[in-house]
Every structure is written in structure tokens, then in C-alpha cells.
């Protein structure tokens, strides 16, 4: 056993449970699901619902729901009166994803869309003041400028997998994904607008403040 998944198990055993619910939701997703590993996980999980909790958001925008364990995690840190907004592009989830959303206690707090958060957005109506891109990463930079415009002045851009398994430093790796996951990174880190920290949580987690 390599030391990073040693070190990986004594991170989760040192931070606090999922609970019952999105345990059994993480199970269910690596049997029933391709690509489970895009699931949150635990440690990723708690860290959504902590931030959350510390920002206050009233409204929260996630793009990419996959299975619901990142959206269910961040309704269950929202104040009473809160709401979230979650996407997902690949209509062959919505079956598993809805089941899941609508058997938690924390469903009245989400708003599942199944469609491209590009064009469905701009038709809400609404502003936020928390943003969680984790969906197409051919898209990154568009979801940020979308993001940007409907964002609160010191609002909150959270974007998953910036690292993307390492391969943003392998020049080789010319893939589109890769590319896509390059030039989100260059183009946050230029952006005058923003404040920006790069976390190596997972598959790489960025936060963004918006001045």
C-alpha cells in the first residue's frame, strides 16, 4: 500500500463521518454507476458542507450533479430558507440522481435541472452567492465567465478536479479535457476580478472570491 493511500485513509479517519444517507448514496454509485470516482467522497464532502456553513450562501449554483453527493452535502450545511440550484447535463442519470435527491431530507432545499447550465442560468432570474463548477471541463472557462456575471460582489467560485489526476503539468497530455482544465486555470489566476487559492484536496480544488 503506497503512503499517499495511507495517508488518504488516516485523513478520513481523522475527519468526521458522511453519515448513514450519503454512505449508502457513494455505494451505491461505485455499483450501479460508470466512473464512480467522480463522486465527492467523504473528506471532499465534509469540506463542502464546512464551507457552506462559513460562507452563509443564499443561493448556491452546482454545475455537474452526477449522482447528488456533492449537491447533498452542500444543502446540508444551507440556512433554513436557502436554496440550491444543481445541473446535470447527461439525462441517463436523472433517474438514479432524482431517486437519491428526492429520498433526502434535505430535498426541499435543492432544485434539480437536468439541462446545460449555460443556457438554463441566464433564465432563472437569479443571483448567487456560491458557485460549484464541476461539469464539462472542455467548458471550465465558460461556466467561470457565466458564474461571474450572476455572482454576487464577494461571492464564492468553488471549482473541482483544477488538478485533473496531475496531468495539467504533463506537456505531453494534449487531450481536450486537459487543455480545457489548463486554460480554466490560466485564465482564473490572470483575471483581475477574482482572488484565487489552488488546494490540493483530491483532484485539486480552487476557491475564488469575485472583489
Not at 57 to 72: D, K, Q, W
Not at 179 to 201: C, I
Request: net charge negative.
Amino acid at each position: 500500500m503506497s503512503l499517499t493511500t495511507l495517508l488518504d485513509d488516516y485523513i478520513s479517519a481523522h475527519s468526521s463521518p458522511e453519515g448513514d444517507y450519503l454512505y449508502r448514496l457513494f455505494r451505491a454509485t461505485h455499483v450501479e454507476i460508470l466512473a464512480p470516482q467522480m463522486a465527492s467522497g467523504q473528506v471532499q464532502g465534509r469540506f463542502l458542507k464546512f464551507l457552506v456553513k462559513m460562507i452563509k450562501p443564499s443561493r448556491v449554483l452546482e454545475i455537474g450533479t452526477f449522482t447528488g453527493y456533492s449537491a447533498l452535502c452542500m444543502a446540508e450545511g444551507l440556512e433554513p430558507g436557502a436554496k440550491l440550484f444543481t445541473f446535470e447535463v447527461e439525462d441517463e442519470l436523472e433517474d438514479f440522481t432524482r431517486r437519491w435527491i428526492n429520498g433526502s431530507e434535505h430535498a426541499p432545499k435543492i432544485e434539480f435541472i437536468i439541462g446545460d447550465a449555460l443556457e438554463i442560468v441566464p433564465e432563472l432570474g437569479e443571483r448567487f452567492d456560491l458557485v460549484f463548477i464541476d461539469g464539462n471541463k472542455r467548458e471550465y472557462v465558460k461556466y467561470f465567465e457565466m458564474a461571474m456575471e450572476y455572482l454576487n460582489d464577494g461571492g464564492w467560485i468553488l471549482a473541482d478536479n483544477t488538478l485533473w489526476d496531475g496531468h495539467v503539468i504533463e506537456q505531453e497530455r494534449q487531450d481536450a479535457q486537459t487543455n480545457g482544465v489548463r486554460a480554466f486555470n490560466d485564465h482564473v489566476r490572470a483575471d483581475s476580478r477574482v482572488e484565487v487559492v489552488m488546494l490540493p484536496l483530491r483532484d485539486g480544488l480552487t476557491i475564488i472570491r469575485k472583489k
